[in-house]
């Protein structure tokens, strides 16, 4: 379960993608600026790290897919992996992390895949009441055993398979199922 506070960010989540994203090597040239999909959640056992990975597009029909982790203290060894700085304005300063590179991120998508989970429930208060978010990106593990690294699709296609197990999802405007990450 993923508790979401009512929050001020800086800088907020699109400006740490639209900063970062197009310095990654996986990232072919973006035709405008990017402008937010959506994203899913995956809890942390221990509850202390925030597991969130987001989609965006350059309004072209490309989608770029971009995990992350927000901690509150850095993350040892880990510096090449760090994304950006970000003041919260309810939980202070954030380190946000390449969670393709952050190891309880590798641990959460390994289980979601190998389990067949689902995302984490999205928990937020409004006005007093704790209701529940439906997350804009719905994600679904294949189940079964993970043999080999996973494989995170930073650019997603329709046409995208997976052979082993997988993690797919679907979105607004996306129907069928693309996988997002595979073995």
Known sequence: MALLHRAT??????????????????????????????????????????????????????????????RGAPLEGAEGALVATM????????WIYDGTQDPVALEAFAAAIEEGQVGAIEIIE????????????????????????????????AEQTADGAFLTGTWDGQDEPVVLVST
């Open 9 to 70: 960010l800086t800088p907020t989540k699109l400006e740490v993608l639209q900063a970062w994203v197009p310095q990654q090597d996986w990232c072919p040239p973006l035709a405008g600026p990017l402008t937010m999909i959506g994203g899913y959640r995956f809890d942390d056992p221990k509850d202390e790290i925030g597991i969130e990975t987001l989609l965006a597009t350059d309004g072209t029909g490309l989608v770029v897919q971009v995990p992350l982790t927000y």
């Open 87 to 94: 003041q919260h304005s309810v939980l202070g300063e954030r």
């Open 126 to 157: 409004v006005d007093g009441m704790i209701q529940t978010r439906e997350p804009s990106v719905i994600v679904a593990g294949s189940g079964g055993s993970i043999d080999d690294p996973l494989r995170f699709h930073h650019v997603l296609e």
